[in-house]
């Protein structure tokens, strides 16, 4: 059985492997939980004794790529969402990624509320969601100032920030060239919770 803190730094060492690739250095753990190299590698032997964590050929604490690859799952990517002016445009699944919804602060259980859209345009360039890039979204209320998949008016869809003003919503760019967007009627099709670098040739 784990302690609470063996639960979290196993957790971190899951995480950090599956979005990277490779585990963390005990600098790295000491860093993220504001502790001692000591006390990371204290926590990492601990693990090790009970099966979680083993030693592996760089010399790293981590976990096989077996272990690694069973917190994955398949995400869908659909379709490209504009960050420009909003388009119609149907959302088809277009690939998927083996991904830890963790990795974007998303609970393991829930992963069908987790999804990516592929962004087209330069309107949230601000926010550092560039043209080409896969955002992750997630189902739930959105709060002002968050950025979501916007449905406008019914019709269309747009990558925008939430903002309150004048006590109405109103989508706003991230690019000063775009005007905000004063929607007669608003659905948040999801909120973004991460980004994913892909550079369009």
């Known amino acids: 059985m784990l302690t609470e803190r063996q639960e979290q730094v196993l957790n971190f060492v ?54 690694v690859q069973a917190h994955l799952f398949d995400t869908p990517v659909y379709g490209a969402i504009p960050a420009g002016v909003p388009a119609m445009q149907e959302q088809d699944p277009e690939e998927t990624i083996a991904i830890d ?26 926010a550092n969601i560039l043209n080409g890039d896969l955002v992750a979204l997630v189902r739930r209320e959105p709060r ?16 925008k920030r939430l903002v309150r003003e004048g006590g109405r919503m109103l989508l706003r760019a991230e690019n000063p060239r775009y005007a905000d967007i004063v929607p007669s009627r608003l659905e948040s099709q999801g909120v973004v919770v991460g980004v994913i670098r892909r550079t369009l040739a």
């Open 144 to 159: 002002p100032g968050e950025i979501i998949a916007a449905l406008v008016d019914e019709t269309t869809t747009t990558l």
């Open 101 to 126: 919804p963790a990795v974007f602060g998303v609970r393991r259980g829930d992963p069908h509320h987790f999804w990516f859209l592929r962004v087209i345009g330069d309107s949230m360039i601000g």
């Open 14 to 67: 899951r995480d950090y492997q599956g979005a990277q690739g490779v585990p963390p250095s005990t600098r790295e753990i000491a860093r993220y939980f504001e502790s001692s190299q000591p006390t990371a590698l204290k926590h990492l032997q601990s693990l090790a004794r009970k099966g979680q964590v083993e030693k592996l050929a760089d010399g790293k604490w981590g976990l096989r790529a077996s272990q």
